[in-house]
């Protein structure tokens, strides 16, 4: 089965210009969430969708984030204008729903702003 | 509100030796509880999770834990460490009313030693 995809695997780029990350959750999967992990900050829960609904954005650092999931198999996640500070490895994750229910996570993306 | 607390953020063993990884909870309600490993530039893969079938619960790669109502702990064994065990073990808990979220501990890296 397919996992969930994650695009591009890496992404450098210079400070103000706009990013944006892919993902393509597991099908089937009702809720699709981002991820972003640095090493000061560990872990950080971005925002989350149930049913391609956003349920959650506390986790959003300013309004030059933003996430969208217009259909059930696509998210993205865009950050503009971009920072140095933004540098971090951005996950994405599905799971079903239901609390024993584990999330699948992607690779990552590896953002660095220059 | 459900939370996890890992004691140790850095944990050495030597290889064969017993890997212990701690991993306690704060749930006024039976929780669902997850461990999951990160290898370098690698998203979180499932080791194992709780779904209050069994107490003891086994993973992947010979890892195991032991649910304790009592001292509210769910921490992960390994009788004899591989140096392919070094990675990040993180311990999670799902929200059980509400959001769905995942509440994750801030980590313990394992470093096998030859």
């Known amino acids: 089965d397919a996992g969930v995809i994650q695009s591009p695997r890496h992404e450098v780029t210079e400070m103000g210009q706009e990013v944006t990350l892919r993902c393509k959750p597991i099908s089937g999967h009702d809720y699709l969430f981002w991820y972003r992990q640095t090493m000061m900050r560990g872990l950080e829960l971005l925002i989350y969708f149930n049913n391609n609904v956003p349920i959650d954005d506390s986790g959003m650092p300013e309004d030059r984030f933003s996430a969208k999931m217009p259909n059930a198999s696509f998210s993205t996640l865009k950050i503009q204008p971009s920072e140095p500070r933004d540098s971090a490895v951005y996950f994405c994750a599905s799971s079903y729903v239901g609390p024993n229910q584990p999330q699948h996570f992607g690779d990552g993306t590896r953002l660095s702003i220059l | 509100a459900q939370s996890v607390t890992q004691l140790g953020s850095h944990v050495s063993v030597s290889e064969g030796a017993l890997v212990l990884l701690r991993c306690n909870y704060s749930s006024s309600v039976p929780p669902y509880l997850f461990w999951y490993v990160q290898y370098p530039n690698q998203g979180l893969q499932l080791l194992l999770k709780y779904t209050s079938a069994a107490t003891l619960v086994k993973g992947i790669n010979g890892f195991e834990a032991e649910f304790k109502k009592s001292e509210t702990s769910f921490h992960l064994t390994k009788p004899s460490a591989h140096m392919s065990d070094a990675a990040e073990y993180f311990c999670?808990?799902?929200?059980?009313?509400?959001?769905?979220?995942?509440?994750f501990g801030t980590g313990t890296r394992l470093k096998v030693l030859a």
């Open positions: 999670a808990v799902r929200a059980t009313s509400g959001t769905y979220k995942y509440i």
